[in-house]
């Protein structure tokens, strides 16, 4: 028969957010095409960042309606990506992203990048992140007290 072991860690399913890495080209109103886009379908980006290099851009976003989105992108032949994030809401930035940070670091988790939300849902900041383990994260960042936010919680 079978030895029993005991199980060393439990996974906590926390909330993640899709985000969408968009690859443009570096010019002027490529990003405003894809805004435009989102709007005649009455999406929007919740979240932005954009880096560029001598020849395209990275625009990644978060937007209020993941699915129709990835739909649109794959009819208008947008280039995409799709990631998970973890978006942490900060009631006290000063105070609680040092604790994130820390916390994470604790964890041995590695933050790849990260940028704000453009809303502010429930009226406090909040941090979108792109971890190596969001598993990990959301188990760290659970425990240690924080509101992790769910996709309807930043959709209109």
Known sequence: ???????????????????????????????????????????????????????????????????QVEELFRQHDVAFGVSSMVVVELREVATELAKLLAA????????????????HPRGFAALALHVDDTDCATAVLLGEGFKLLSQADISR
Do not use: C, W
Request: proline fraction near 7%; avoid cysteine; glycine fraction near 2%.
């Open 104 to 119: 994470l670091l604790m964890a041995e988790v590695n933050v790849h990048f990260s940028y704000p939300m453009l809303i």
């Open 1 to 67: 028969m079978p030895a029993e072991l005991p199980q060393t860690a439990s996974k906590i399913d926390g909330p993640l957010v899709k985000q969408f890495s968009i690859f443009l080209p570096n010019k002027v109103g490529a990003m405003l095409d894809v805004v435009k886009l989102l709007r005649t379908h009455d999406t929007h980006v919740v979240a932005l960042s954009i880096s560029e290099s001598t020849d395209s851009s990275i625009a990644r976003i978060v937007v209020s309606d993941p699915d």
